[in-house]
């Protein structure tokens, strides 16, 4: 579990004697964007001036306090007024949107720059994703679900992804922006309005910096649209990102055909997937909510920080942001929650790892070798990892991958690809974190056939069928067994 949700980490460290207020290390760079991204607190180059963050080049894209014409100090100023005059929701998305682009723009820190895509690169996309499907056709039961393929570059991965990333990150945020104005006593709010109007600007401005950068650098690092497991773009639209691909094939050894190849077969099967299993996008996305709810936020640090709050010096809510202010509650519910997430993300990435490999290993020399990368990938930090950690204190454990994917071709096995694919019929005919655990007993269970009970009850609802039937799909519900 990551201690520091939505990326704030440890303060900046406090300048060393005698290096006229430069920081430790030097600049960060890379593209990451840096450790402090407003400026605000020590070592910001400007003291207790909370301009400094504009005028010391601390924001993406902004110049250093040498190079600042007049053009280029209305711009900052006029940054500063929109960031101030904020009154959107717990996220400034204007803000994050022109960071993730900023970010994008430095490059990676292996010093990769975004390209805009070529007719051949885009041809050569439509092409892998066409051949894709018809592999997949003799693998899965679920028919093709890209309508159209895509090649995009870098920046239209941010554009197109934005939508999907407020609705997953909102509810996190919303923790923090109630908790900001449940810290002042009642009788206090009302005297204290301006002060939480800005507070509230300042927080939004602040997430939507942290959500900016983390979806700038993921940015240079996602092949496809569905890399973390979730369905970010448009329904129905397979996108890869040609030049994040050939990052991603450099020193394999591998032909870059064989790895984009193998990388639209993984897209090209989630599509499949968030196209016909129509209950899982939502599925997903309220586990997601779920775990956000049981989110606690530290009021005893913002109560600090707002009995002491001074209007010219910003960077106390920044520090207190830094040192983490929420953490997820440790209770049965929000265990439950957690647990929810990780089997539905495992079993989607399961699902898509076994399916994958049965479709590339006839044709692709190099499948069992590009499998283990990506799953190794995952393990040591890809993206599905560090944007979650980053976005909502959570990481995603690796063997849950392992186990769902093991699970899914043993149901291959035993019942075939239409048996194993029926399982998505219903929420409920899933395997739980339990059977992860114990995937034989799972794929040797009978299981009843929810589209058979659904109309059951929908019969049962219009008074053609007996009230025990309804008791008896409760039990099944809640964990029994069910009747037959």
Avoid: C
């Amino acid at each position: 579990m990551s201690d520091t949700p939505f990326g704030f980490g440890l303060p900046p460290e406090e300048p060393e004697d005698g290096d006229n207020g430069k920081k430790k290390g030097g600049d960060q760079g890379g593209g990451q964007g840096p450790a402090n991204p407003f400026g605000f607190g020590p070592g910001a180059g400007g003291g207790d001036n909370p301009f400094a963050a504009l005028f010391g080049g601390a924001m993406p894209g902004m110049p250093g306090a040498g190079g600042m014409n007049p053009q280029d100090l209305g711009a900052a100023f006029q940054q500063l007024g929109q960031m101030l005059s904020y009154e959107g929701g717990p996220v400034n998305w204007d803000m994050a949107k022109d960071i993730a682009r900023q970010t994008v723009a430095q490059g990676t820190a292996d010093g990769s720059k975004d390209a805009s895509v070529t007719d051949g690169e885009r041809a050569a996309v439509q092409e892998a994703v066409r051949l894709a499907d018809l592999w997949l056709d003799g693998v899965t039961s679920l028919p093709s679900g890209s309508g159209t393929a895509v090649a995009w570059s870098r920046a239209e991965w941010v554009e197109a992804t934005l939508p999907v990333w407020r609705e997953l990150v909102d509810p996190v945020a919303e923790r923090v922006g109630s908790a900001m104005g449940d810290v002042l006593p009642e009788e206090m709010r009302a005297m204290a309005g301006p002060l939480l109007g800005m507070m509230r600007s300042m927080g939004g401005a602040m997430f939507g910096t942290q959500i900016g950068q983390a979806v700038g650098v993921l940015a240079g690092e996602v092949v496809g649209s569905t890399d973390i497991g979730l369905p970010l773009g448009p329904a129905g639209k397979a996108a890869l990102l040609p030049v994040n691909i050939a990052e991603f094939g450099s020193g394999l050894g591998v032909p870059q055909d064989e790895v984009r190849l193998y990388l639209a077969l993984r897209e090209a099967a989630h599509q499949r997937l968030f196209s016909h299993v129509p209950w899982l996008r939502s599925h997903l996305f309220g586990a997601v909510e779920g775990y956000a709810r049981g989110i606690k936020v530290d009021t005893s640090k913002l109560e600090d920080v707002v009995g002491q709050l001074d209007p010219t010096h910003p960077e106390q809510m920044q520090e207190a942001l830094q040192q983490g202010m929420f953490q997820p509650e440790d209770s049965p519910e929000q265990k439950a929650a957690l647990a929810r997430l990780e089997t539905a993300l495992a079993l989607v990435e399961g699902w898509v790892d076994a399916v994958v490999h049965a479709a590339a290993a006839p044709h692709l020399p190099s499948a069992g070798a590009l499998r283990e990368t990506l799953r190794r990938r995952r393990a040591t930090g890809g993206p599905a990892e560090q944007t979650f950690a980053t976005l909502i204190g959570l990481e995603l454990r690796p063997r849950r991958l392992r186990d769902a994917s093991r699970l899914w071709a043993s149901l291959t096995d035993a019942r075939g690809a239409e048996g194993r694919d029926a399982l998505w019929e219903h929420p409920d005919m899933l395997p739980t974190a339990a059977d992860l655990d114990d995937p034989d007993g799972f794929v040797h269970r009978e299981h009843l056939d929810f589209s058979e009970l659904d109309k059951m009850l929908g019969e049962a609802a219009g008074g053609t069928a007996g009230p025990d039937l309804k008791k008896d799909d409760k039990k099944d519900e809640s964990g029994g067994e069910g009747t037959e």
